[in-house]
């Protein structure tokens, strides 16, 4: 499958704790993006990013939450001490990197806050 | 006033008739235009990309974008159950200074039925 890959598909954490999320891009794809999907509400953008270079990060919240994606391995999305509103599905996009070309997204990590 | 803005719907159509999605975009610096499909649960799914003025054709679906009027919109004809889903609309701005912006800006995304 050379789609774009996330793990885990679903992640349960309690409030307070840490949640990673990991992204692979599609291959061939250098740039990968990070949006959050609220419940009953639209997809926001959170962060662009190239290997080893946060591009934009205009969408993340200020506080607890980071991103990177390292020389190797997957892009990671960590957010620190996670309260109830952090639920939702969080979706991670990548593409070649040029402007008229389109993002795939992948299936998602859906986040649940006990 | 939102980037880019959508008609919630539902939009209920028949089995067979052509369903017309719209989008509107508030930033003229906008360059490209895409449409996703996203069922209950899952992920966006690429329909159409378009950036040039006018219409762009795949199968069952034409994209058309008028970029005087800041308008995007998506046709399906032929509709089938099968195409009931949400339908994202989403805009790149366009690029300053040779770097690419490449963050996609979602309207709220119109729900299409389509009933047998």
């Known amino acids: 499958n050379a789609g774009v890959m996330q793990n885990p598909r679903h992640l349960v954490r309690r409030r307070g704790q840490e949640a990673r999320l990991r992204c692979s891009p599609m291959?061939?794809?250098?740039?990968v993006y990070w949006y959050r999907q609220l419940p009953e509400e639209g997809l926001k953008f959170m962060v662009y990013?190239?290997?080893?270079?946060?591009?934009?990060e205009s969408g993340m919240p200020k506080e607890r939450f980071s991103a990177e994606f390292p020389k190797e391995g997957p892009s990671i999305l960590r957010i620190q001490q996670v309260v109830r509103g952090d639920s939702a599905a969080y979706f991670c996009?990548?593409?070649?990197?040029?402007?008229?070309?389109?993002?795939?997204f992948g299936d998602g990590t859906r986040l649940s806050i006990l | 006033q939102k980037e880019v803005e959508q008609n919630s719907g539902p939009l209920s159509v028949p089995e067979g008739a052509i369903a017309s999605l719209n989008c509107t975009y508030s930033?003229?610096?906008?360059?490209?235009f895409f449409w996703y499909r996203q069922y209950s649960g899952k992920s966006p799914e690429l329909i159409m990309f378009?950036?040039?003025?006018g219409d762009k054709e795949d199968g069952r679906f034409t994209a058309q974008l008028n970029k005087a009027s800041q308008y995007v919109s998506l046709l399906i004809r032929d509709s089938q159950p099968s195409d009931s889903a949400t339908y994202l609309c989403?805009?790149?701005?366009?690029?300053?200074?040779?770097?690419?912006?490449?963050?996609?800006?979602f309207g709220q995304g119109t729900i299409l039925t389509v009933h047998p």
């Open positions: 291959k061939g794809h250098s740039h």
């Open positions: 996009a990548s593409s070649p990197g040029q402007l008229k070309q389109p993002q795939h």
């Open positions: 989403a805009a790149i701005r366009g690029s300053a200074g040779g770097t690419s912006y490449g963050k996609l800006t």
């Open positions: 990013l190239q290997k080893e270079n946060i591009i934009d």
């Open positions: 930033d003229r610096g906008s360059q490209s």
């Open positions: 378009i950036y040039s003025n």
